[in-house]
């Protein structure tokens, strides 16, 4: 499966979590739905995933996406009004720490879901 159809299965499963739960939850709740989708859709999924930030060979830090997707895919989930700069660049530091390509920064957040394409 390549990059492009694993990320389509990831916002197909979005929007229906989004249709089914609403507005309103905290983002946990939409990151264990959204993990129940995707595990359903037979796509390997991580939750909660380690991201160690190294510096001249040494950890100087780590961060933790929602989800991991297809050994492949970050997916940051929020629940605000409005997704900001800053939701963006820590979805680009976490691909940078990962040494990914394709990060998905999904807004559950009222009045209706977003998707963002972040790409290092």
Known sequence: MNINEITQKIIGAAYT???ALGSGFLE???EN???????????????QYPLPVM???F???????DLYV???VIVELKSTKATENIHRAQVLNYLRASNKKIGLL???GAPKITVE????
Do not use: H, P, T
Request: with cysteine.
């Open 17 to 19: 979590v989004a249709n």
């Open 28 to 30: 946990k709740v939409y």
């Open 33 to 47: 739905a959204l993990f129940f989708e995707l595990k359903n859709l037979g796509l390997e999924v991580e939750q």
């Open 55 to 57: 510096y001249k060979g």
């Open 59 to 65: 950890c100087v830090g780590d961060y933790v996406a």
């Open 70 to 72: 297809e050994s492949s």
């Open 106 to 108: 999904i807004n559950f």
């Open 117 to 120: 394409r972040i790409v290092n």
